[in-house]
Protein backbone atom coordinates (compact mmCIF):
# COMPACT_ATOMS: atom_id res chain seq x y z
CA UNK A 1 0.00 0.00 0.00
CA UNK A 2 2.69 1.95 -0.01
CA UNK A 3 3.64 2.34 -3.71
CA UNK A 4 3.43 6.67 -4.57
CA UNK A 5 0.05 7.24 -6.36
CA UNK A 6 0.25 9.53 -9.61
CA UNK A 7 -2.62 11.80 -9.01
CA UNK A 8 -3.88 15.62 -9.64
CA UNK A 9 -4.97 17.86 -7.32
CA UNK A 10 -5.03 21.76 -8.50
CA UNK A 11 -5.27 22.89 -4.48
CA UNK A 12 -2.12 21.84 -3.79
CA UNK A 13 -1.07 23.80 -7.02
CA UNK A 14 -2.84 26.53 -5.78
CA UNK A 15 -1.15 26.42 -2.30
CA UNK A 16 2.46 25.96 -3.98
CA UNK A 17 1.77 29.22 -5.38
CA UNK A 18 0.56 30.37 -2.36
CA UNK A 19 3.75 29.89 -0.31
CA UNK A 20 6.07 30.40 -3.57
CA UNK A 21 4.35 34.23 -3.38
CA UNK A 22 4.27 34.40 0.04
CA UNK A 23 0.64 34.63 0.47
CA UNK A 24 0.31 32.35 3.01
CA UNK A 25 3.10 31.68 5.03
CA UNK A 26 1.11 28.24 6.93
CA UNK A 27 -1.39 26.29 5.57
CA UNK A 28 -4.78 26.09 7.70
CA UNK A 29 -7.84 24.34 7.11
CA UNK A 30 -10.96 23.27 8.22
CA UNK A 31 -13.30 19.89 7.85
CA UNK A 32 -16.58 21.73 8.66
CA UNK A 33 -19.05 18.68 9.80
CA UNK A 34 -22.63 19.30 10.60
CA UNK A 35 -23.59 16.70 13.26
CA UNK A 36 -27.03 15.69 11.81
CA UNK A 37 -25.69 12.35 10.91
CA UNK A 38 -22.90 9.50 10.52
CA UNK A 39 -19.86 10.67 8.32
CA UNK A 40 -20.08 8.63 4.90
CA UNK A 41 -16.72 7.51 2.23
CA UNK A 42 -17.88 11.00 0.35
CA UNK A 43 -17.22 12.61 3.60
CA UNK A 44 -13.55 10.50 3.54
CA UNK A 45 -12.91 12.76 0.59
CA UNK A 46 -13.59 15.78 2.13
CA UNK A 47 -11.37 14.68 5.19
CA UNK A 48 -8.58 13.14 3.20
CA UNK A 49 -8.13 16.72 1.52
CA UNK A 50 -8.58 19.00 4.21
CA UNK A 51 -6.45 16.82 7.11
CA UNK A 52 -4.41 15.73 4.13
CA UNK A 53 -3.35 19.11 2.99
CA UNK A 54 -2.55 20.14 6.11
CA UNK A 55 -0.44 17.44 7.06
CA UNK A 56 1.19 17.63 3.61
CA UNK A 57 2.23 21.24 3.95
CA UNK A 58 2.77 20.72 7.60
CA UNK A 59 0.03 23.46 8.70
CA UNK A 60 -3.07 22.41 10.56
CA UNK A 61 -6.59 21.53 10.21
CA UNK A 62 -9.64 22.48 12.00
CA UNK A 63 -12.73 20.27 12.93
CA UNK A 64 -15.23 22.72 13.23
CA UNK A 65 -18.69 21.32 13.84
CA UNK A 66 -21.08 23.38 12.10
CA UNK A 67 -24.05 23.93 14.47
CA UNK A 68 -25.89 26.91 13.14
CA UNK A 69 -29.03 24.64 12.54
CA UNK A 70 -30.40 24.00 16.10
CA UNK A 71 -32.53 21.21 15.15
CA UNK A 72 -31.54 18.60 13.31
CA UNK A 73 -27.69 18.22 15.42
CA UNK A 74 -27.25 15.70 18.20
CA UNK A 75 -24.63 14.75 20.68
CA UNK A 76 -24.81 11.15 19.36
CA UNK A 77 -23.95 12.08 16.00
CA UNK A 78 -20.82 14.50 17.44
CA UNK A 79 -19.28 11.66 19.06
CA UNK A 80 -19.40 9.59 15.88
CA UNK A 81 -17.76 11.73 13.89
CA UNK A 82 -14.48 12.58 16.26
CA UNK A 83 -13.98 8.34 16.12
CA UNK A 84 -14.91 7.92 12.61
CA UNK A 85 -12.11 11.32 11.90
CA UNK A 86 -9.54 9.56 14.02
CA UNK A 87 -10.34 6.06 12.53
CA UNK A 88 -8.72 7.34 9.62
CA UNK A 89 -5.73 8.57 10.98
CA UNK A 90 -6.67 12.28 11.52
CA UNK A 91 -6.06 14.24 14.49
CA UNK A 92 -7.11 17.62 15.09
CA UNK A 93 -5.24 18.24 18.22
CA UNK A 94 -6.39 21.23 20.10
CA UNK A 95 -8.42 22.77 17.11
CA UNK A 96 -12.22 21.73 17.89
CA UNK A 97 -14.51 24.64 17.27
CA UNK A 98 -17.94 25.28 17.09
CA UNK A 99 -19.51 27.70 14.71
CA UNK A 100 -21.90 28.31 17.57
CA UNK A 101 -18.82 29.43 19.31
CA UNK A 102 -18.64 32.58 17.00
CA UNK A 103 -23.01 33.67 17.28
CA UNK A 104 -21.82 36.76 20.18
CA UNK A 105 -19.48 37.86 16.95
CA UNK A 106 -21.48 36.84 14.00
CA UNK A 107 -23.92 39.50 15.67
CA UNK A 108 -21.86 42.01 16.01
CA UNK A 109 -20.87 41.65 12.54
CA UNK A 110 -24.54 42.01 11.38
CA UNK A 111 -24.37 44.90 12.95
CA UNK A 112 -21.39 46.48 11.90
CA UNK A 113 -23.31 45.23 7.96
CA UNK A 114 -26.15 47.25 9.43
CA UNK A 115 -24.32 50.67 10.35
CA UNK A 116 -22.13 50.57 6.42
CA UNK A 117 -25.70 50.07 4.79
CA UNK A 118 -24.88 46.53 3.63
CA UNK A 119 -28.01 44.60 5.52
CA UNK A 120 -31.51 45.36 6.16
CA UNK A 121 -34.48 43.72 7.42
CA UNK A 122 -36.91 42.91 5.25
CA UNK A 123 -40.84 41.20 6.02
CA UNK A 124 -41.09 39.20 2.62
CA UNK A 125 -42.35 35.89 3.77
CA UNK A 126 -40.84 33.16 1.62
CA UNK A 127 -42.81 32.83 -1.04
CA UNK A 128 -42.64 37.05 -1.44
CA UNK A 129 -39.11 37.02 -1.23
CA UNK A 130 -38.69 34.63 -4.17
CA UNK A 131 -40.97 36.09 -6.25
CA UNK A 132 -38.89 39.69 -5.99
CA UNK A 133 -35.68 37.84 -6.18
CA UNK A 134 -36.81 36.80 -9.44
CA UNK A 135 -34.77 34.47 -12.13
CA UNK A 136 -31.29 34.76 -13.66
CA UNK A 137 -32.24 36.37 -17.12
CA UNK A 138 -34.57 39.57 -15.59
CA UNK A 139 -33.35 41.85 -12.97
CA UNK A 140 -35.08 41.46 -9.29
CA UNK A 141 -37.35 43.69 -7.76
CA UNK A 142 -36.24 45.98 -5.18
CA UNK A 143 -38.05 44.64 -1.89
CA UNK A 144 -40.22 46.99 0.47
CA UNK A 145 -37.77 47.77 3.33
CA UNK A 146 -34.69 47.87 0.90
CA UNK A 147 -34.69 51.79 1.38
CA UNK A 148 -35.08 51.65 5.07
CA UNK A 149 -32.42 54.28 7.20
CA UNK A 150 -29.74 52.92 9.54
CA UNK A 151 -31.43 53.45 12.67
CA UNK A 152 -34.18 51.58 11.49
CA UNK A 153 -32.87 48.64 10.56
CA UNK A 154 -30.67 48.12 13.73
CA UNK A 155 -33.91 48.59 15.92
CA UNK A 156 -35.59 46.15 14.15
CA UNK A 157 -32.62 43.89 14.04
CA UNK A 158 -32.83 44.23 17.82
CA UNK A 159 -36.28 43.63 17.71
CA UNK A 160 -35.42 40.60 16.00
CA UNK A 161 -33.09 39.32 18.12
CA UNK A 162 -34.78 39.86 21.61
CA UNK A 163 -37.74 37.87 20.51
CA UNK A 164 -40.09 40.93 18.77
CA UNK A 165 -41.37 38.87 15.63
CA UNK A 166 -43.04 35.55 15.05
CA UNK A 167 -40.65 32.88 13.64
CA UNK A 168 -39.78 33.63 9.86
CA UNK A 169 -41.69 37.02 10.29
CA UNK A 170 -39.01 38.76 8.76
CA UNK A 171 -35.01 38.22 7.69
CA UNK A 172 -31.73 40.15 8.14
CA UNK A 173 -30.58 40.57 4.88
CA UNK A 174 -27.12 41.57 2.60
CA UNK A 175 -27.89 44.58 0.67
CA UNK A 176 -25.74 43.27 -2.98
CA UNK A 177 -27.40 44.02 -5.85
CA UNK A 178 -31.17 42.59 -6.96
CA UNK A 179 -29.64 42.42 -10.87
CA UNK A 180 -27.01 40.25 -10.13
CA UNK A 181 -27.05 37.52 -12.74
CA UNK A 182 -26.39 35.30 -9.62
CA UNK A 183 -29.35 34.77 -7.57
CA UNK A 184 -26.89 33.81 -4.54
CA UNK A 185 -26.19 38.03 -4.81
CA UNK A 186 -29.42 39.81 -4.77
CA UNK A 187 -29.72 40.33 -1.16
CA UNK A 188 -29.45 36.82 0.20
CA UNK A 189 -30.93 36.09 3.81
CA UNK A 190 -28.16 36.48 6.78
CA UNK A 191 -30.01 35.81 9.75
CA UNK A 192 -33.89 34.45 10.18
CA UNK A 193 -35.59 33.72 13.57
CA UNK A 194 -35.88 30.10 14.99
CA UNK A 195 -37.12 29.46 18.14
CA UNK A 196 -35.40 26.27 18.78
CA UNK A 197 -33.33 25.45 21.70
CA UNK A 198 -29.75 24.52 20.40
CA UNK A 199 -27.55 21.88 21.61
CA UNK A 200 -24.75 24.57 22.90
CA UNK A 201 -26.45 28.09 23.58
CA UNK A 202 -29.40 26.66 24.75
CA UNK A 203 -32.62 29.48 24.53
CA UNK A 204 -30.14 32.62 24.28
CA UNK A 205 -30.79 32.78 20.73
CA UNK A 206 -33.79 33.35 18.45
CA UNK A 207 -32.29 34.23 15.47
CA UNK A 208 -29.82 32.41 13.97
CA UNK A 209 -27.16 33.17 10.92
CA UNK A 210 -27.16 30.86 7.76
CA UNK A 211 -24.64 28.67 6.66
CA UNK A 212 -23.70 31.28 3.82
CA UNK A 213 -22.37 34.59 6.25
CA UNK A 214 -21.69 31.94 9.18
CA UNK A 215 -19.15 29.91 7.19
CA UNK A 216 -16.99 32.65 5.71
CA UNK A 217 -16.83 34.46 8.99
CA UNK A 218 -15.95 30.94 10.71
CA UNK A 219 -13.04 30.57 8.62
CA UNK A 220 -12.06 33.78 8.81
CA UNK A 221 -11.63 34.30 12.26
CA UNK A 222 -10.01 30.83 12.69
CA UNK A 223 -7.27 32.21 10.07
CA UNK A 224 -8.30 29.64 7.92
CA UNK A 225 -6.39 30.19 4.26
CA UNK A 226 -8.17 27.19 2.63
CA UNK A 227 -11.79 26.70 2.33
CA UNK A 228 -12.47 23.35 0.76
CA UNK A 229 -15.71 22.73 -0.24
CA UNK A 230 -18.10 20.74 -2.66
CA UNK A 231 -19.33 22.29 -6.44
CA UNK A 232 -22.25 23.02 -5.51
CA UNK A 233 -21.05 25.80 -3.43
CA UNK A 234 -19.25 28.09 -6.45
CA UNK A 235 -22.02 29.82 -6.69
CA UNK A 236 -21.92 31.23 -3.34
CA UNK A 237 -18.18 32.05 -3.57
CA UNK A 238 -18.73 35.68 -4.54
CA UNK A 239 -21.15 35.74 -1.51
CA UNK A 240 -18.30 34.07 0.65
CA UNK A 241 -15.90 37.12 -0.55
CA UNK A 242 -18.33 39.92 -0.84
CA UNK A 243 -19.06 39.16 3.23
CA UNK A 244 -15.16 39.24 4.32
CA UNK A 245 -14.53 42.09 1.83
CA UNK A 246 -17.38 44.05 3.49
CA UNK A 247 -16.26 43.32 7.35
CA UNK A 248 -13.23 44.00 6.35
CA UNK A 249 -11.60 40.76 8.11
CA UNK A 250 -8.79 37.94 7.40
CA UNK A 251 -9.81 37.13 3.69
CA UNK A 252 -9.69 33.52 3.98
CA UNK A 253 -10.59 31.67 0.16
CA UNK A 254 -12.73 29.24 -0.52
CA UNK A 255 -12.06 26.52 -3.41
CA UNK A 256 -14.59 23.76 -4.78
CA UNK A 257 -13.39 20.38 -5.86
CA UNK A 258 -15.97 17.77 -7.35
CA UNK A 259 -17.88 15.10 -4.94
CA UNK A 260 -16.59 11.55 -4.44
CA UNK A 261 -19.98 9.25 -6.28
CA UNK A 262 -19.13 5.75 -6.66
CA UNK A 263 -21.90 3.09 -8.31
CA UNK A 264 -24.02 0.94 -6.52
CA UNK A 265 -23.80 3.61 -3.26
CA UNK A 266 -26.32 6.05 -2.10
CA UNK A 267 -24.41 8.92 -0.63
CA UNK A 268 -26.33 11.73 1.61
CA UNK A 269 -27.56 11.84 5.51
CA UNK A 270 -30.65 12.31 4.33
CA UNK A 271 -31.58 8.97 2.64
CA UNK A 272 -29.04 6.91 4.75
CA UNK A 273 -31.32 8.46 7.79
CA UNK A 274 -34.19 7.06 5.83
CA UNK A 275 -32.86 3.49 5.63
CA UNK A 276 -32.10 3.46 9.24
CA UNK A 277 -35.39 5.32 10.43
CA UNK A 278 -37.18 2.73 8.41
CA UNK A 279 -35.53 -0.14 9.40
CA UNK A 280 -34.41 -1.03 6.12
CA UNK A 281 -31.06 -1.88 7.38
CA UNK A 282 -29.89 -2.03 11.13
CA UNK A 283 -28.68 0.87 11.81
CA UNK A 284 -26.05 4.17 10.73
CA UNK A 285 -23.30 0.80 11.12
CA UNK A 286 -24.69 -1.33 9.49
CA UNK A 287 -22.08 -3.42 7.28
CA UNK A 288 -23.73 -2.56 4.33
CA UNK A 289 -24.06 1.23 4.83
CA UNK A 290 -21.55 3.75 3.14
CA UNK A 291 -20.78 5.08 6.30
CA UNK A 292 -17.37 5.13 7.78
CA UNK A 293 -18.72 3.07 10.79
CA UNK A 294 -20.16 0.83 9.02
CA UNK A 295 -17.51 0.20 6.27
CA UNK A 296 -15.13 -0.29 9.85
CA UNK A 297 -17.75 -3.14 10.81
CA UNK A 298 -17.70 -4.85 7.64
CA UNK A 299 -13.97 -4.69 7.84
CA UNK A 300 -12.52 -2.19 5.17
CA UNK A 301 -9.38 -0.75 6.31
CA UNK A 302 -8.53 3.67 6.85
CA UNK A 303 -5.70 2.72 4.15
CA UNK A 304 -7.68 1.67 1.34
CA UNK A 305 -10.17 4.39 1.96
CA UNK A 306 -7.42 7.04 2.05
CA UNK A 307 -5.64 5.31 -1.24
CA UNK A 308 -9.51 5.44 -3.04
CA UNK A 309 -9.26 9.24 -2.30
CA UNK A 310 -5.66 9.47 -3.31
CA UNK A 311 -6.27 7.62 -6.47
CA UNK A 312 -9.48 9.38 -7.23
CA UNK A 313 -7.62 13.36 -6.91
CA UNK A 314 -9.17 16.62 -6.43
CA UNK A 315 -10.66 17.83 -9.28
CA UNK A 316 -13.81 20.06 -10.66
CA UNK A 317 -14.64 17.22 -13.09
CA UNK A 318 -18.09 15.53 -11.73
CA UNK A 319 -17.45 11.69 -12.29
CA UNK A 320 -18.38 8.65 -10.90
CA UNK A 321 -15.76 6.38 -9.41
CA UNK A 322 -16.86 2.26 -10.07
CA UNK A 323 -17.46 0.08 -7.07
CA UNK A 324 -15.09 -2.55 -8.60
CA UNK A 325 -12.17 0.68 -8.93
CA UNK A 326 -12.86 0.52 -4.61
CA UNK A 327 -13.16 -2.78 -3.98
CA UNK A 328 -9.91 -4.27 -5.47
CA UNK A 329 -8.07 -1.48 -3.82
CA UNK A 330 -9.63 -3.21 -0.73
CA UNK A 331 -8.84 -6.15 -1.97
CA UNK A 332 -5.54 -5.56 -2.71
CA UNK A 333 -4.84 -3.59 1.08
CA UNK A 334 -6.62 -7.24 2.66
CA UNK A 335 -4.83 -9.47 0.82
CA UNK A 336 -1.63 -7.66 2.50
CA UNK A 337 -2.55 -6.88 5.75
CA UNK A 338 -4.96 -9.83 6.87
CA UNK A 339 -4.08 -13.18 8.48
CA UNK A 340 -5.09 -15.98 7.07
CA UNK A 341 -7.59 -18.79 8.62
CA UNK A 342 -9.60 -21.78 7.68
CA UNK A 343 -13.25 -21.90 8.00
CA UNK A 344 -15.77 -23.58 5.90
CA UNK A 345 -18.90 -22.06 5.11
CA UNK A 346 -20.86 -24.62 3.68
CA UNK A 347 -19.90 -28.13 5.81
CA UNK A 348 -19.42 -31.50 4.30
CA UNK A 349 -18.67 -34.33 6.92
CA UNK A 350 -15.25 -36.24 5.71
CA UNK A 351 -14.70 -39.21 7.86
CA UNK A 352 -10.41 -40.71 7.44
CA UNK A 353 -11.20 -43.94 7.72
CA UNK A 354 -7.66 -45.26 8.46
CA UNK A 355 -7.09 -42.51 11.15
CA UNK A 356 -7.16 -43.56 14.36
CA UNK A 357 -10.58 -42.45 16.17
CA UNK A 358 -8.54 -40.40 19.29
CA UNK A 359 -5.89 -39.29 17.66
CA UNK A 360 -5.47 -35.78 17.50
CA UNK A 361 -2.70 -34.24 15.60
CA UNK A 362 -1.72 -30.42 15.43
CA UNK A 363 0.22 -28.76 12.27
CA UNK A 364 1.73 -25.52 12.33
CA UNK A 365 0.12 -23.35 9.27
CA UNK A 366 1.58 -20.08 8.33
CA UNK A 367 -0.50 -17.34 9.18
CA UNK A 368 0.77 -15.08 5.84
CA UNK A 369 1.81 -16.88 2.57
CA UNK A 370 4.01 -14.39 2.04
CA UNK A 371 5.15 -12.72 5.40
CA UNK A 372 6.98 -14.85 7.60
CA UNK A 373 7.05 -11.97 10.51
CA UNK A 374 3.18 -12.60 10.56
CA UNK A 375 4.40 -16.21 12.42
CA UNK A 376 2.35 -19.81 12.45
CA UNK A 377 -0.31 -20.75 14.51
CA UNK A 378 -1.49 -24.59 15.28
CA UNK A 379 -4.51 -26.38 13.58
CA UNK A 380 -5.75 -29.90 15.36
CA UNK A 381 -6.67 -32.29 12.66
CA UNK A 382 -8.57 -35.32 13.39
CA UNK A 383 -10.27 -38.40 11.80
CA UNK A 384 -13.55 -36.12 10.92
CA UNK A 385 -13.68 -33.01 9.01
CA UNK A 386 -15.81 -30.47 7.42
CA UNK A 387 -14.95 -29.67 3.76
CA UNK A 388 -16.76 -27.42 1.66
CA UNK A 389 -19.77 -29.12 -0.20
CA UNK A 390 -18.57 -27.62 -3.48
CA UNK A 391 -15.12 -29.06 -3.09
CA UNK A 392 -16.67 -32.60 -3.94
CA UNK A 393 -18.55 -33.31 -7.14
CA UNK A 394 -19.46 -36.73 -8.77
CA UNK A 395 -17.22 -37.22 -11.70
CA UNK A 396 -15.64 -34.66 -12.12
CA UNK A 397 -13.70 -32.79 -14.91
CA UNK A 398 -9.59 -32.96 -14.04
CA UNK A 399 -9.47 -29.02 -13.97
CA UNK A 400 -11.85 -29.65 -10.63
CA UNK A 401 -9.90 -28.73 -7.97
CA UNK A 402 -11.78 -30.78 -5.02
CA UNK A 403 -13.03 -34.39 -4.34
CA UNK A 404 -14.04 -36.52 -6.74
CA UNK A 405 -14.13 -40.65 -6.30
CA UNK A 406 -10.23 -42.04 -6.73
CA UNK A 407 -8.65 -38.49 -7.14
CA UNK A 408 -5.87 -37.64 -4.53
CA UNK A 409 -6.82 -34.35 -3.12
CA UNK A 410 -4.35 -32.18 -0.44
CA UNK A 411 -5.67 -31.19 3.08
CA UNK A 412 -4.26 -27.73 3.08
CA UNK A 413 -0.37 -28.19 5.69
CA UNK A 414 -1.79 -31.70 6.98
CA UNK A 415 -2.06 -35.11 4.93
CA UNK A 416 -2.95 -36.27 1.04
CA UNK A 417 -6.33 -38.43 0.95
CA UNK A 418 -8.36 -39.54 -1.56
CA UNK A 419 -12.27 -40.25 -1.67
CA UNK A 420 -12.95 -43.85 -2.08
CA UNK A 421 -16.78 -43.22 -1.25
CA UNK A 422 -19.70 -41.44 -0.71
CA UNK A 423 -22.79 -41.46 1.24
CA UNK A 424 -26.13 -39.79 -0.06
CA UNK A 425 -29.65 -39.24 1.56
CA UNK A 426 -32.92 -40.18 0.49
CA UNK A 427 -32.98 -37.68 -2.69
CA UNK A 428 -29.51 -38.93 -3.60
CA UNK A 429 -27.74 -35.54 -1.97
CA UNK A 430 -24.00 -36.11 -0.94
CA UNK A 431 -24.42 -36.09 2.61
CA UNK A 432 -20.75 -36.94 3.46
CA UNK A 433 -17.35 -38.56 2.12
CA UNK A 434 -15.57 -41.80 3.03
CA UNK A 435 -11.04 -41.03 2.44
CA UNK A 436 -8.66 -42.66 3.44
CA UNK A 437 -5.14 -40.52 3.76
CA UNK A 438 -1.53 -41.55 3.06
CA UNK A 439 0.58 -41.53 6.81
CA UNK A 440 3.32 -41.16 4.76
CA UNK A 441 2.15 -37.64 3.66
CA UNK A 442 2.57 -35.21 6.69
CA UNK A 443 2.58 -31.62 6.19
CA UNK A 444 1.22 -32.13 2.82
CA UNK A 445 3.63 -33.81 0.36
CA UNK A 446 4.24 -37.03 -0.69
CA UNK A 447 7.97 -38.32 -0.22
CA UNK A 448 7.89 -39.73 -3.47
CA UNK A 449 7.08 -36.36 -4.96
CA UNK A 450 4.06 -37.49 -6.78
CA UNK A 451 1.75 -34.76 -8.14
CA UNK A 452 -1.28 -33.95 -6.16
CA UNK A 453 -2.68 -30.95 -8.10
CA UNK A 454 -5.65 -30.01 -5.73
CA UNK A 455 -5.52 -27.68 -2.18
CA UNK A 456 -8.23 -27.75 0.11
CA UNK A 457 -8.86 -25.79 3.22
CA UNK A 458 -11.01 -27.94 6.23
CA UNK A 459 -11.40 -27.82 9.82
CA UNK A 460 -11.81 -30.90 12.37
CA UNK A 461 -15.14 -31.10 13.32
CA UNK A 462 -14.23 -32.08 16.78
CA UNK A 463 -12.49 -29.05 17.20
CA UNK A 464 -14.84 -26.79 14.80
CA UNK A 465 -16.77 -23.77 16.27
CA UNK A 466 -19.75 -22.77 14.82
CA UNK A 467 -20.59 -19.32 13.89
CA UNK A 468 -22.44 -17.15 12.23
CA UNK A 469 -21.31 -15.58 9.08
CA UNK A 470 -23.12 -12.73 7.80
CA UNK A 471 -22.75 -12.54 4.08
CA UNK A 472 -23.06 -9.34 2.46
CA UNK A 473 -23.40 -8.02 -1.16
CA UNK A 474 -24.29 -4.64 -2.57
CA UNK A 475 -27.08 -2.78 -0.59
CA UNK A 476 -28.77 -1.62 -4.46
CA UNK A 477 -29.10 -3.79 -7.51
CA UNK A 478 -28.41 -0.68 -9.98
CA UNK A 479 -25.38 1.62 -10.33
CA UNK A 480 -27.57 4.36 -9.86
CA UNK A 481 -30.68 4.30 -7.67
CA UNK A 482 -31.20 7.64 -8.12
CA UNK A 483 -31.59 7.82 -11.68
CA UNK A 484 -34.99 6.68 -12.21
CA UNK A 485 -37.20 9.51 -12.34
CA UNK A 486 -40.37 7.72 -11.66
CA UNK A 487 -38.82 5.40 -8.87
CA UNK A 488 -37.36 5.98 -5.45
CA UNK A 489 -33.63 4.79 -4.50
CA UNK A 490 -35.28 2.44 -2.09
CA UNK A 491 -36.62 0.50 -5.09
CA UNK A 492 -33.73 -0.82 -6.07
CA UNK A 493 -32.48 -2.35 -2.57
CA UNK A 494 -31.37 -5.63 -3.48
CA UNK A 495 -33.12 -7.83 -1.59
CA UNK A 496 -30.27 -10.51 -1.29
CA UNK A 497 -27.97 -7.91 0.36
CA UNK A 498 -27.45 -10.12 3.58
CA UNK A 499 -27.39 -13.98 3.93
CA UNK A 500 -26.44 -15.37 6.58
CA UNK A 501 -24.51 -18.68 7.08
CA UNK A 502 -23.56 -20.93 9.80
CA UNK A 503 -20.02 -21.75 9.20
CA UNK A 504 -17.70 -24.22 10.79
CA UNK A 505 -14.54 -22.43 12.00
CA UNK A 506 -10.69 -23.34 13.82
CA UNK A 507 -10.87 -23.08 16.99
CA UNK A 508 -8.45 -20.07 17.51
CA UNK A 509 -11.15 -17.90 15.60
CA UNK A 510 -13.48 -17.80 18.46
CA UNK A 511 -11.38 -15.68 20.84
CA UNK A 512 -10.03 -13.14 18.59
CA UNK A 513 -11.02 -9.71 19.18
CA UNK A 514 -13.86 -8.00 17.38
CA UNK A 515 -12.56 -5.66 14.08
CA UNK A 516 -9.93 -8.74 13.47
CA UNK A 517 -9.67 -9.05 9.77
CA UNK A 518 -8.78 -12.49 8.12
CA UNK A 519 -8.67 -14.18 4.98
CA UNK A 520 -10.82 -16.98 5.31
CA UNK A 521 -8.45 -19.49 2.12
CA UNK A 522 -9.81 -20.15 -0.74
CA UNK A 523 -13.39 -18.32 0.78
CA UNK A 524 -12.87 -14.34 1.28
CA UNK A 525 -12.54 -11.60 3.57
CA UNK A 526 -13.73 -11.60 6.81
CA UNK A 527 -13.62 -9.52 9.84
CA UNK A 528 -15.04 -10.29 13.34
CA UNK A 529 -17.87 -8.09 13.93
CA UNK A 530 -18.52 -5.32 17.04
CA UNK A 531 -20.70 -8.16 18.78
CA UNK A 532 -18.72 -11.14 18.34
CA UNK A 533 -17.87 -13.13 21.47
CA UNK A 534 -16.19 -16.71 21.90
CA UNK A 535 -19.50 -17.49 23.23
CA UNK A 536 -21.17 -16.13 20.50
CA UNK A 537 -18.86 -15.99 16.96
CA UNK A 538 -19.91 -13.76 14.70
CA UNK A 539 -18.22 -12.76 11.52
CA UNK A 540 -18.70 -10.56 8.55
CA UNK A 541 -18.00 -10.98 4.84
CA UNK A 542 -16.13 -8.23 3.97
CA UNK A 543 -15.89 -8.96 0.44
CA UNK A 544 -15.70 -12.47 -1.80
CA UNK A 545 -11.56 -13.24 -2.80
CA UNK A 546 -11.76 -11.87 -6.36
CA UNK A 547 -14.29 -9.66 -8.08
CA UNK A 548 -17.12 -10.19 -10.07
CA UNK A 549 -16.09 -7.64 -13.11
CA UNK A 550 -12.05 -7.32 -13.59
P1 LIG B 1 -24.71 14.98 2.46
O1 LIG B 1 -24.89 15.68 1.16
O2 LIG B 1 -24.32 13.57 2.35
O3 LIG B 1 -25.87 15.16 3.38
P2 LIG B 1 -23.30 17.20 3.50
O4 LIG B 1 -22.44 17.83 2.48
O5 LIG B 1 -24.59 17.85 3.81
O6 LIG B 1 -23.46 15.69 3.13
P3 LIG B 1 -21.71 18.09 5.69
O7 LIG B 1 -21.61 17.58 7.08
O8 LIG B 1 -22.31 19.42 5.47
O9 LIG B 1 -22.52 17.02 4.86
O10 LIG B 1 -20.32 17.97 4.94
C1 LIG B 1 -19.06 18.20 5.48
C2 LIG B 1 -18.10 18.35 4.33
O11 LIG B 1 -18.03 17.16 3.55
C3 LIG B 1 -18.50 19.47 3.40
O12 LIG B 1 -17.37 20.26 3.14
C4 LIG B 1 -18.96 18.75 2.16
O13 LIG B 1 -18.74 19.52 1.01
C5 LIG B 1 -18.14 17.47 2.18
N1 LIG B 1 -18.78 16.38 1.44
C6 LIG B 1 -20.04 15.91 1.58
N2 LIG B 1 -20.30 14.92 0.69
C7 LIG B 1 -19.17 14.75 -0.04
C8 LIG B 1 -18.79 13.89 -1.14
N3 LIG B 1 -19.64 12.99 -1.65
N4 LIG B 1 -17.54 14.01 -1.64
C9 LIG B 1 -16.68 14.90 -1.12
N5 LIG B 1 -16.96 15.73 -0.11
C10 LIG B 1 -18.19 15.68 0.44
MG1 LIG C 1 -24.80 19.86 4.73
Not at 214 to 221: F, K
Request: net charge negative; charged share 30%; proline share 5%.
Amino acid sequence: MNEEVKTTNFIHDIIDADLASGKHVEVVTRFPPEPNGYLHIGHAKAIHLDFGTAEKYGGRCHLRMDDTNPEAEDEEYVKAIQEDIRWLGYDWGRHLYWASDYFDTMYEYAIRLIKKGKAYVCELGKEEFKDYRGIPTEPGKEPPGRGRSIEENLALFEKMKNGGFEDGACVLRARIDMASPNLHMRDPALYRIKRATHHNTGDKWCIYPMYDFAHCIEDSLEGVTHSMCTMEFEVHRPLYDWILEELDVFRSHQYEFSKLNLTYVVLSKRRLLQLVNEGLVGGWDDPRMPTLCGMRRRGFTPEAIKKLCTIVGCTKYEGITEIEQFESIVRDDLNEASLRAMAVLDPLKVVIENYPDNLVEEFEVPNHPQKEELGTRKVPFGRELWIERDDYMDDAPSKFKGFTIGREVRLRGAYLATCNSVERDAGGNVVGLRCTYDPETKGGSAPDGRKVRSTIHWVSARHAVDAEIRLYDRLYTVENPLGDKEKEFKDFLNPDSLKVATGKLEPMLANVEPGTRFQFERVGYFCADLDHTPAKPLFNRTLTLRGTKA
